[in-house]
């Protein structure tokens, strides 16, 4: 296809998201598309760093958590603009993705797992121990939505909030696309490859790990600001294991090492969430059936799920 | 000035000494084969020039500076590069990639975009190495061709100290051939210092040879004297063919 064939395509696709909300045939699907987003852009900044940079984190909550709490303070106490609240969230999770990291990105594998593990159970205990600031288990209620300095458009409304969302999801996309493709993309590339040789190019994998990660926990951040303000509601389980899990299954299920194969893994397990769980059958074992998905892609399509739509299957890894 | 001087550098592994006093210098442009039977000590030789082991004793002097220790990276941006004798290349990326990586290196990595200029120039040292096309994944190339894109890669990062560790080795009569040739052809300013089984690709490329043995420096001088050395031919071209 041409590129401007291309552009057209992209344009139109961006055109039809951001209406969304003005042709849903329901309300509550604006809703949810809401939830496919915010959890869409969470898990395309993990995959910067499991995809791209072949680090397997198991603590991306703790930035998703920061920008979540810390939106949720600002927008309290200092000012709900989203010139104000949004920026804040964006740098807590920077400097706490930069604090965090420059432990982390020393080890590797299986010990940077466990480091950022053992840091996001750490923020978490926080969250859930420093009561005056956090609200402890209770968390913080009555979040405001952004306001947007545009007199008469009120992101309380679902369908104004949903616009709002869907232009940051479109923004943050953009960004990470140009991130992937870039030098520095490549150079992560490099890292997940062969970091040895990567290092006898000349190149300081610790840092560009260590930028990776920051940039990273910096998108988990904005996306835990959105979650905050759409619940209206921060609680210690925006930090907890669970939720990095969840994302972690969401690139896995997509397909890592794509921009694309998250935001797929997020819409599936989203709809499965939203979709299945309200089934008298199913109810709470809906879990169940992700898990089941997860290991059959993890068994038959190694690109996930964005792989057999561009491929077909494969066949079982051999070790 | 010498290109790389090495001061009687020691290294042991428990109690064994890999290398035991080994004092060299090799002059910029000069092309030095390291040669030595197995166990002599030259890969450990090498992995403390490239910067990968730590030496227990002794000096590594690169134009002059003390690079003694200095991690891989920084003797890298010092102008030293290694082609390995394992294949070390981004197996999932492409030949063209892999070129791309050493040469955006000298530029600052950024966000900036990935430019046509530096895939065109990748091209070109691809097209030197005798790979024609550049969008192959590097774990679909053959194992001669693998070599030619590391010494590619090698190349890319415009090194003024080359370490080429067994380029020939696993190599067919033909791509030894073809790989000699393209190494006499690097440019004469660029330092060479190569460890070889081959003794016809020592003989073919190497200004001087040095011999080590038991971790030791046997003998050092130009490839006719040694191999007229009655201590050489004794521990190591014995049994060789010598014309």
Redesign the interface.
């Known amino acids: 296809m041409s590129s401007l064939g291309r552009i057209l395509l992209g344009v139109a696709f961006v055109a039809l998201l951001l209406s969304f909300a003005r042709w849903s045939p329901e309300r509550f699907w604006v809703s949810v598309v809401i939830q496919m987003l915010i959890s869409g852009l969470f898990a395309m900044s993990l995959d910067l760093l499991v995809g791209y940079a072949g680090l397997a984190s198991l603590g991306h909550a703790a930035f998703f958590g920061v920008g979540a709490y810390a939106f949720a303070l600002v927008a309290k106490h200092v000012s709900p603009s989203v010139a104000v609240a949004l920026p804040g969230a964006a740098l807590a999770a920077a400097i706490a993705a930069l604090v965090i990291g420059v432990f982390s990105v020393r080890a590797s594998g299986i010990f940077f797992l466990m480091l950022t593990l053992a840091f996001a159970q750490m923020l978490h205990a926080l969250a859930f121990g420093w009561i005056p600031v956090t609200g402890g288990s209770d968390g913080l209620s009555s979040v405001p939505r952004p306001d947007v300095g545009v007199s008469g458009v009120n992101l309380f409304l679902t369908s104004n909030f949903y616009v709002f969302v869907a232009v940051v999801f479109v923004v943050g996309a953009l960004a990470l696309r140009a991130v992937v493709n870039s030098r520095f993309g490549l150079a992560l590339a490099g890292v997940r490859e062969n970091e040895r040789r990567m290092r006898a190019l000349g190149y300081d994998t610790t840092r560009l790990k260590l930028v990776a990660f920051v940039v990273a926990g910096t998108f988990a951040g904005i996306a835990g600001a959105l979650q905050a303000s759409f619940d209206q509601f921060v609680s210690p389980g925006d930090v907890f294991v669970t939720t990095s899990v969840t994302a972690l299954v969401m690139v896995l299920v997509g397909g890592a090492g794509t921009l694309a194969g998250p935001v797929l893994g997020a819409i599936v397990v989203v709809s499965l969430r939203t979709f299945l769980a309200d089934q008298p059958l199913v109810g709470a074992r809906w879990e169940t059936l992700l898990g089941a998905l997860f290991v059959l892609t993890v068994l038959f399509a190694r690109h996930g799920l964005i792989g057999i739509v561009r491929g077909g299957l494969s066949w079982p890894r051999s070790p | 000035m010498a290109a790389l001087a090495v001061t009687d550098l020691a290294r042991r592994f428990g109690g064994v000494r890999a290398l035991d006093g080994v004092t060299l210098s090799i002059e910029p442009g000069e092309r030095r084969a390291v040669i030595g039977p197995n166990g002599a000590g030259k890969t450990t030789l090498f992995n403390i020039l490239?910067g990968?082991m730590r030496p227990s004793g002794g000096s590594v002097r690169l134009f002059d500076v003390d690079v003694t220790a200095e991690?891989?990276?920084?003797l890298?941006?010092r102008g030293l590069?290694?082609v390995?004798q394992r294949t070390?290349?981004?197996?999932?990326?492409t030949a063209s990639?892999n070129v791309?990586?050493?040469l955006?290196?000298?530029?600052g990595?950024?966000?900036?975009?990935?430019d046509v200029r530096i895939t065109a120039r990748a091209a070109e040292l691809l097209a030197r190495v005798g790979i024609a096309d550049g969008r192959a994944r590097a774990r679909a190339l053959s194992h001669g061709e693998r070599r030619q894109l590391e010494l590619a890669?090698a190349l890319a990062?415009g090194p003024r100290v080359l370490l080429l560790d067994e380029p020939t080795a696993g190599m067919s009569p033909i791509e030894t051939a073809r790989i000699t040739e393209l190494i006499s052809t690097l440019p004469r300013e660029m330092t060479l210092v190569i460890v070889e089984h081959d003794m016809d690709v020592v003989f073919r490329l190497a200004d001087r040879v040095t011999v080590l043995h038991q971790g030791r420096v046997l003998a050092d001088g130009e490839p006719r004297a040694v191999r007229a050395d009655a201590r050489v031919r004794e521990v190591y071209l014995g049994h060789e063919a010598i014309a």
């Open positions: 490239s990968e991690p891989t990276w920084r890298a941006r590069a290694r390995y070390e290349l981004f197996a999932e990326l990639e791309e990586l050493a955006l290196r000298s530029g990595v950024w966000f900036g975009r990935r890669v990062a």
